[in-house]
């Protein structure tokens, strides 16, 4: 089954612990994006990436770090979380190329962070 | 990306069809209309996508203006698993720079299905 995942789907930390939200996808797209959704707010995206080593900030990327070694994964990474990064996170992929329908993403089911 | 203007909330009846509306006055030429729904923060869902043409598949239709500035998702038998915040988005596919692949989602039309 076509599906993007995420891990954990809870988690609660404190200030200042390190952590990573790992995301995978097995639709060998090349596209991957990070958000993060907040009440009132809306999604809101961190980063993405166009393919492998190839990152990129989207419009709230402060306090977030990303890599993509290889193409199915593209963790996020918390270096210093802090209480206002307590927030759902949603990772997405996108297939590329030409003749393939764009823009449409798949979700995975999301992360739910507090950060104390 | 063109901004996309929907109302905040919409209710429907079991079994009847959800019309929901979106404008997109500002549109541009190569702007495609998508549609996404999220069902209690779960990851949002595609739906379907068009760009002048209507467009049906086998979960909703979609009907655009002539004119493009504005577009109707028709849920055409709703059931109480339709209830799900719904989002029309507007975007230039694979746009260059830092618009690549982002969708900006808005707030959105929460839909209530009633049985």
């Known amino acids: 089954e076509a599906q993007v995942t995420q891990n954990p789907r809870y988690l609660i930390t404190v200030t200042g612990k390190k952590l990573t939200v790992t995301c995978s996808q097995n639709m060998n797209h090349e596209y991957m994006s990070w958000y993060r959704q907040d009440p009132g707010l809306g999604l809101r995206q961190i980063y993405y990436?166009?393919?492998?080593?190839?990152?990129d900030k989207g419009d709230v990327p402060e306090g977030y770090k990303v890599s993509r070694k290889e193409k199915r994964n593209f963790p996020l990474i918390l270096e210093s979380p802090s209480p206002n990064q307590t927030s759902l996170y949603f990772c997405?992929?996108?297939?590329?190329?030409?003749?393939?329908?764009?823009?449409?993403?798949?979700f995975g089911a999301g992360t739910r962070l507090s950060v104390l | 990306d063109a901004k996309t203007t929907q109302p905040p909330s919409m209710d429907c009846a079991e079994g009847r069809a959800a019309n929901l509306p979106c404008n997109h006055s500002?549109?541009?030429?190569?702007?495609?209309v998508y549609w996404y729904r999220q069902i209690h923060s779960q990851g949002p869902q595609y739906i379907i996508h068009?760009?002048?043409n209507n467009e049906t598949n086998e979960m909703a239709s979609l009907i655009i203006t002539e004119d493009r500035k504005s577009s109707t998702l028709i849920l055409p038998h709703a059931t109480l698993r339709d209830t799900a915040v719904y989002y029309c988005?507007?975007?230039?596919?694979?746009?260059?720079?830092?618009?690549?692949?982002?969708?900006?989602f808005g707030q959105g039309t929460i839909l209530t299905v009633h049985p």
């Open positions: 500002t549109i541009s030429g190569n702007e495609y």
């Open positions: 988005i507007v975007s230039v596919p694979n746009a260059g720079g830092t618009s690549y692949g982002k969708l900006t």
């Open positions: 068009g760009l002048k």
């Open positions: 997405a992929s996108q297939r590329e190329g030409a003749g393939v329908a764009k823009n449409i993403q798949y």
């Open positions: 990436s166009m393919n492998v080593e190839v990152t």
